[in-house]
């Protein structure tokens, strides 16, 4: 009788911890759970190859070549491309943890996500970006290119990209040294952000566009956003299609 009880007791703490730990785990994704996705439990974190620090194009260069790309050619990208292209927004430059854009009072209110649609050896689904270990970590599965594309008034480089790089920004980390100012300095940043991804897409050969025209309640609900983040910018991202000029009209955005 005292076996069983002491099996019991070992079961039951058994469970608590193996709770506490998918607890805590889920609490450290920011709040991951949605009726309408697949949550994946954690199966560790996705290593990003190293990311090049030098390229042959000068930055002359990639300024005068950066355009708006709402059309891409249809063709996966690697895992080495879209981990470039993070490092580019948000990677860590410095051994004080500074990064590659700059942010008041380098407090990072940013938190860079990445909707892989079709990414090389790279499952479908909503990955955070942590910038310290140069790693993904996997928020859920399944292919949300369409649904976010309908949040982003069905703009179809959404839709049509094999992968998306949304920024989103928790303003407390901001507005608690700055006050109401935080929320402009963390708008400000995501542009800074995004004009180095739209940058390093030049050296890469990979098109992209700033997205800021989008449903704000239905990002946060297709990407499960906690909310303390607020979705800022929305960037497709896929292979330069070089002949084919976009059909977009100037007035529409
Ligand atoms: C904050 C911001 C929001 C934007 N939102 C959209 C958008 O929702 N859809 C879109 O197609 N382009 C969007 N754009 C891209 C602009 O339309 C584009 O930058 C502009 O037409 C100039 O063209 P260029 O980027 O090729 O120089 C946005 C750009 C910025 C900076």
């Known amino acids: 009788m005292r076996k069983t009880t002491k099996i019991l007791t070992a079961l039951t703490a058994s469970v608590v911890i193996l709770g506490s730990i998918v607890y ?6 920011g709040k991951i759970m949605s009726s309408k996705t697949t949550t994946i439990s954690p199966k560790g974190t996705v290593k990003l190859p190293s990311p090049h620090k030098e390229s042959s194009i000068s930055i002359e260069e990639a300024l005068r ?3 708006s790309q709402r059309v891409y050619r249809q063709a996966s990208l690697s895992l080495e491309e879209v981990g470039q292209l993070l490092w580019a927004a948000q990677g860590i430059t410095h051994g004080s943890g500074f990064r590659t854009a700059p942010s008041a009072g380098a407090l990072y209110p940013l938190e860079t996500y990445l909707v892989a649609g079709e990414v090389t050896n790279l499952s479908s689904g909503v990955y955070l970006y ?4 140069h790693e993904l970590i996997p928020v859920f599965s399944g292919d949300i290119r369409k649904r976010l594309c309908n949040a ?5 480089p959404v839709c049509a990209a094999p992968a998306a ?3 989103s920004a928790v303003f407390a980390r901001s507005t608690g040294k700055y006050g ?3 929320i402009r300095y963390a708008h400000m940043e995501a542009g800074t952000a995004a004009q180095n991804v739209s940058l390093q897409a030049v050296s890469l050969k990979i ?3 700033v997205i800021g025209a989008f449903e704000d309640e239905q990002v946060r609900d297709v990407l499960s956003l906690p909310v ?3 979705p800022l910018l929305i960037m497709p991202v896929g292979k330069e299609l070089v002949a084919e000029p976009t059909t977009f009209t100037l007035s529409e955005f």
């Open 152 to 156: 982003s008034l069905n703009q179809q």
């Open 24 to 29: 805590l785990a889920g609490q450290e994704r």
């Open 130 to 133: 942590l910038p310290h270990k």
């Open 228 to 230: 303390s983040k607020v």
């Open 65 to 67: 070549k950066r355009r």
């Open 165 to 167: 790089i949304v920024f």
């Open 207 to 209: 098109g992209t566009v």
């Open 180 to 182: 109401r100012r935080g």
